[in-house]
């Protein structure tokens, strides 16, 4: 069958847990009363129905017999009285009338079906039953031999009222149950709401969303890890940009003292030249690295969110690297404006858009909005880097084949950095081979 068909009972699940939960509590009522109203229509309803068909029968017969057993003037009218008073039996004799042969067509009442089963029973000569006659009163025509009698009984006599009470119960109860179910649910759900936006901010690097625990213990128990672990994770960036920050200021100090000391050794041993530059070039690069390391510790570490038009940011660095000669296109339409730390964000592009400088001659930068995330894109018509090597390149101090740009040793930080700071941000970055064979580098930050 198609409804047991796994996709499809699963696009027919609901997602979220409100309406899971709803269905989970609602299902179960609904079958009980499905079930319970099957039953008391089946059984009570028929039953019911029966004995008011039986009895106003038997108030029927009762009345004609007696009828027929003292059949003077007197006697008749004094019956037919006595029947409308007592039994709420409405019936005229209409002597030496005759029913028609044809009976009027039954309605599909379930009243009427009963009645003239119960008087067929009883009966041997012919009646009908005219359930049009009137909307109030069910006629019933019994063909005597002396006339016919004409007889109108309310229909309340056979009808009970309980089925609209009980049909009126089951649908009131279920109505508050529902709705005491959803005001319930919607409490109960809005903490999970709550513990998964702070998740979710916190993965975009904002660590400041005020949480408090709150909803059944289970959530709590889980807000509270949450918090615990927010917490340890900010500590341990924390630690690590400042044990960064330390390692690479204190660093410093002996480099200068060694770079004095290289000045002097020239002055002193001017046949050593040669090997004084080639220590002297080490240095600048090692320079270099701790320069980049110290700007990396700061931008992640003492920087705090704010809403920054990347747009503006991207056309800063592009501009950067225009300056130093460089063959840049940039197609940056809009403003996109979301909460970036702008400093690290800055250092993720630069590194970006120098490789792409160093490696190709013609660069293209766009960026765009797609659904969730901002999409910035460098593609360069450089050599690209082989499928192979892609994850190797994003850890520190990897580098490709030297060979390469003998001219320039980089440290090989730029894009683990890059990385960290798109992480960071709750995004990513991703390398890929460009339509020209060179590089394309796609940062991706949630919106
Ligand atoms: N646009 C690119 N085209 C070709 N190869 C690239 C490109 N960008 C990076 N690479 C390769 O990836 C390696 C790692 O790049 P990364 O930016 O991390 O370090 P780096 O550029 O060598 O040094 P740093 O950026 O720290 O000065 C580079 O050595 C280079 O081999
Ligand atoms: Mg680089």
Not at 8 to 31: C, E, N, Q
Not at 294 to 310: C, I, M, N
Not at 419 to 431: E, F, K, N, S, W
Request: hydrophobic share 45%; glycine share 8%.
């Amino acid at each position: 069958m198609a409804l047991t068909h796994p996709s499809l009972l699963k696009r027919l699940t609901p997602k979220g847990m409100f309406w899971r939960s709803l269905l989970i509590l609602l299902i179960p009522l609904v079958l009980l009363q499905g079930v319970v109203a099957y039953i008391f229509f089946e059984r009570h309803w028929d039953t019911v129905s029966r004995r008011l068909a039986l009895g106003l029968t038997g108030d029927i017969i009762y009345v004609m017999r007696t009828m027929q057993k003292y059949p003077e003037d007197e006697f008749r009218e004094w019956t037919l009285r006595a029947a409308h008073r007592e039994m709420q039996i409405n019936a005229v004799f209409e002597p030496g009338a005759k029913l028609p042969d044809v009976a009027p067509e039954l309605s599909s009442s379930n009243t009427d079906r009963m009645l003239h089963h119960a008087l067929s029973e009883r009966l041997i000569i012919p009646f009908h039953i005219d359930s049009r006659r009137d909307d109030k009163n069910i006629s019933i025509r019994i063909g005597l031999q002396e006339g016919v009698l004409d007889i109108l009984t309310p229909r309340k006599r056979m009808f009970s009222t309980t089925i609209y009470i009980f049909v009126l119960w089951m649908v009131g109860t279920a109505l508050v149950v529902t709705a005491i179910a959803i005001f319930f649910l919607r409490n109960q759900i809005q903490p999970i709401r709550r513990l998964a936006a702070a998740a979710e901010a916190f993965g975009k690097g904002r660590s400041d969303v005020e949480f408090k625990p709150a909803g059944a213990s289970e959530i709590r128990q889980a807000a509270a890890a949450f918090i615990d672990m927010r917490g340890r994770i900010a500590r341990h960036i924390d630690q690590r940009t400042e044990m960064l920050a330390g390692v690479s200021h204190d660093l410093r100090t002996p480099l200068t003292r060694i770079k004095l000391q290289l000045a002097m050794l020239r002055e002193t041993m001017p046949e050593a030249g040669a090997e004084i530059s080639d220590l002297e070039s080490d240095i600048a690069d090692m320079e270099k690295m701790i320069d980049e390391y110290l700007a990396f510790s700061r931008g992640q570490g003492a920087e705090a969110p704010e809403p920054v038009d990347l747009s503006a940011l991207i056309g800063e660095v592009v501009d950067g690297a225009r300056r130093n000669g460089a063959a840049l296109t940039l197609d940056a339409g809009e403003a996109l404006t979301l909460p970036l730390r702008p400093n690290a964000i800055k250092r993720c592009l630069t590194n970006l858009v120098d490789n792409a400088v160093r490696y190709g001659e013609n660069i293209d930068v766009t960026a765009r909005r797609t659904g969730e995330s901002v999409e910035v894109i460098v593609e360069d018509d450089g050599p690209g880097i082989p499928p192979e090597s892609i994850d190797d390149v994003f850890k520190p101090f990897y580098r490709l084949d030297d060979s390469r740009n003998p001219n320039y040793a980089g440290a090989g930080l730029g894009l683990a950095i890059a990385r960290d700071v798109a992480r960071g941000h709750g995004g990513d970055i991703v390398l890929e081979t460009a339509g020209s064979g060179g590089l394309r580098a796609v940062l991706r930050l949630p919106v």
